[in-house]
């Protein structure tokens, strides 16, 4: 088994050019011997991120965002650092298991518990006891394979929180719902199907009966410090690589769609596990950057859901489609019926959110009649003036005009284009700091010595110090890994300080400061005498403040002459 450790992370990083991994994310044009692109990081409009494949670094000039290609898939996927490794790991097919250190967590207990209880289901549904429940699944479709790959499972009349009991505090199984306020198992006699949190540990189930009685047909865990269902989308955690592949995110109501359409080959979906649109919801598919189709039940509650969801992503800047279909309620029950090619056909054939919204718009209006039609049309100049797109607007207006003989012109005195836009929450522009020479001599010097390794030991002989206290410690670790390495590399620099709340900050102001690599002897010894002289500064503002606050008349004499002597020892640099 590898280690996450420093060369684990260096492979990785190395085996992966940062200009190949940020074009596939976002298009770069080449200026010169860098890369530039749009930032995506904050509001852009024009090219102000910069990616250079010699120092294998990218940087924003205007945000102030910048890293190397591990901190770029970090920051644009808004993952943890040990998922962006984990994702360049599989891109440039490094076989390495990486161990994720497991912080103390508190819940970890209770995560325990349902990891024994998702084994303990399976169990019992490959048992003899699981015979009728199997054959259910059998006439559902669902061979072993795939009720292995979603962990699903069987709950008996009794047993479970026996078993656990023995280990485990009642009131905890209570906490988490698998366990009734009788103490007896809160599940019974269903197929449990394993719902799983977005880093794939077990946390709820959905139990469905497979046996014809009165009970309700679904039952679902209770919300639980470890399920939170309104964050929770089913099987987002298996779906994600394959979403981010595919800048596409499948968004069903249901498991079984889910794991019907895995059977078929399309795993970039996800369910709600019911109708329910949540901020939690939108901030997961936002982080994502992706397209999103809609693949609700075809019946009016679902049409409803798809027009409520669907408004709520288009008003925040996210593109929609929708899979629409005929003769089943939704995705499983039509592939089952018509087949996977049917189902391949309705979802190559998605149609945009403002043609399934402008259709949805004439159910329950008979359109012969004068009233209902022009109900009908206001309410679709309203849809398509939510329209983003010009060109799609001029498009629909067009065939609005065209479809019921209405002029151009009336309906475009109807569009009042004043939608606000609302933009994707993005990082505010770096506030421009107005620098002074010191400063400015400080950042230079200290981009040189990472853009120059032979600077360092130059800084340690003609200088050695900063008078800014964070750009001084960041100096010194600039000098501590040269030192302990040999050899000083930008981007492996920037894993090494990547915990380093304080160095990442001067990092930052570093790196998105606008500056060049190349360099004269002449300037860098101007920098050297600026920090020399802002440090005599200091001193004597020092020693002026002393001099105020003494009644002495003999120090105030001493200290004025040390004051005149450091003055005339500026003047002759």
């Given amino acids: 088994m590898a280690h996450l450790d420093e060369n684990t992370i260096k492979e990785i990083k190395e085996s992966n050019d940062i200009v190949d991994v940020i074009s596939s994310y976002i298009p770069l044009i080449q200026k010169g011997k860098n890369y530039f692109a749009v930032c995506p990081f904050h509001d852009d409009h024009s090219p102000s991120m910069s990616v250079s494949p010699d120092k294998q670094i990218f940087r924003c000039f205007t945000c102030g965002t910048s890293g190397n290609v591990i901190t770029f898939v970090q920051e644009y996927l808004k993952v943890s650092f040990i998922e962006a490794v984990d994702i360049l790991a599989k891109n440039a097919g490094i076989n390495v298991k990486i161990d994720k250190e497991e912080k103390q967590n508190p819940n970890k207990e209770l995560y325990d518990i349902y990891k024994l209880a998702v084994a303990y289901y399976k169990n019992n549904l490959n048992s003899k006891m699981g015979e009728r429940a199997r054959k259910y699944l059998d006439e559902r479709q669902l061979d072993k394979e795939t009720i292995d790959y979603f962990d699903i499972g069987l709950s008996l009349d009794e047993g479970l929180v026996n078993s656990l009991s023995k280990k485990y505090a009642l009131s905890e199984l209570r906490k988490i719902g698998l366990s009734n306020s009788n103490n007896r198992d809160l599940f019974k006699n269903r197929i449990m199907f394993t719902i799983k949190d977005n880093n794939g540990n077990p946390v709820g189930f959905s139990a469905r009966r497979y046996i014809e009685n009165s009970e309700a047909k679904y039952i679902n865990t209770m919300d639980s410090p470890i399920f939170k269902k309104s964050e929770i989308m089913y099987n987002f955690y298996r779906a994600k690589d394959f979403i981010r592949k595919q800048h596409e995110i499948i968004i069903s109501e249901g498991q079984m769609e889910i794991i019907r359409m895995h059977t078929i080959g399309i795993d970039n979906a996800v369910a709600l596990m019911g109708t329910s649109f949540t901020k939690e919801h939108f901030n997961i598919i936002k982080s994502l950057k992706c397209t999103v189709v809609l693949n609700l039940d075809q019946d009016d509650a679902g049409k409803r859901a798809t027009l409520s969801i669907g408004d709520e992503l288009i008003k925040n800047g996210i593109s929609v489609s929708v899979i629409v279909y005929d003769g089943s309620k939704d995705a499983d029950e039509y592939i089952i019926k018509y087949g996977k090619d049917a189902f391949i056909s309705a979802y190559n054939n998605k149609v945009s959110f403002i043609d399934f919204k402008l259709n949805y718009l004439k159910n329950n209006k008979d359109l012969n009649n004068a009233t209902d039609l022009s ?6 100049i309203k849809a398509i003036n939510e329209i983003d797109d010009d060109i799609l607007r001029e498009i629909k207006i067009k065939q609005l005009s065209e479809e019921y003989g209405i002029s151009i012109d009336l309906i475009k005195s109807k569009i009042t284009n004043t939608k606000i836009k609302v933009k994707e929450e993005k990082k ?7 620098y002074n020479k010191y400063d400015k001599s400080e950042i230079r010097i200290l ?17 050695g110090y900063l008078n800014n206290e964070k750009r001084k410690k960041l100096a010194n670790e600039i000098i501590n890994y040269y030192n302990t390495k040999k050899t ?54 020092t020693l002026t403040e002393k001099m105020k606050n003494t009644l002495d008349l003999e120090e105030k004499k001493k200290l004025g002459s040390r004051i005149e002597n450091m003055k005339r020892e500026v003047l002759k640099w």
């Fill in 428 to 434: 505010p522009a770096l506030q421009k700091k107005m």
């Fill in 488 to 541: 000083f590399d930008i981007s492996d620099f920037i894993c090494y300080t990547s915990a380093r709340e304080d160095l990442n900050e001067v990092m930052n102001e570093v790196l998105a400061f606008n500056q060049s690599e190349e360099y004269t002897d002449l300037e860098l010894e101007d920098y050297c005498l600026r920090v020399k002289e802002y440090r005599v500064k200091m001193q004597i503002d």
């Fill in 375 to 380: 109900s009908y049309i206001n309410e679709s």
């Fill in 447 to 463: 981009y040189l010595m990472m853009m120059h390794e032979e600077l360092i030991m130059y800084y340690q002989l003609n200088l």
